[in-house]
């Protein structure tokens, strides 16, 4: 499998710090975040409704504001059980160059 981009389409909050994203390749699934709550700039998310404000951005990640995003190809790892090297052939050639 391989992909130029991962493109996520949806994203909803879930109780427990976890989050719902569906993928324009048709993968979809939820992913825990509760080990980042709390900590550094995640604790805002312990402010109540501020998880919930999870949205798409126009660039592709995952984000709640501005400064608070996530990289959507590491959420689509993590639900998938994939390996970098899996959706991305070659990014370890580029590193070792």
């Not at 080990?35 to 404000?53: I, L, M, N, S, Y």
């Not at 504001?65 to 052939?89: F, H, N, Q, R, S």
């Amino acid at each position: 499998m391989a992909s130029e981009q991962l493109w996520p389409l949806q994203v909803e909050a879930r109780g427990g710090f976890k989050l719902w994203v569906r993928f324009d390749d048709g993968v979809e699934g939820e992913v825990d975040l509760s080990q980042h709550a709390g900590r550094g700039v995640f604790k805002v998310w312990d402010t109540p409704g501020v998880f919930e404000t999870v949205s798409v951005s126009p660039h592709r990640s995952i984000r709640w504001t501005e400064d608070i995003e996530l990289c959507a190809d590491a959420i689509y790892l993590e639900i998938t059980g994939l390996d970098v090297e899996e959706i991305m052939p070659g990014l370890s050639a580029l590193a070792d160059a």
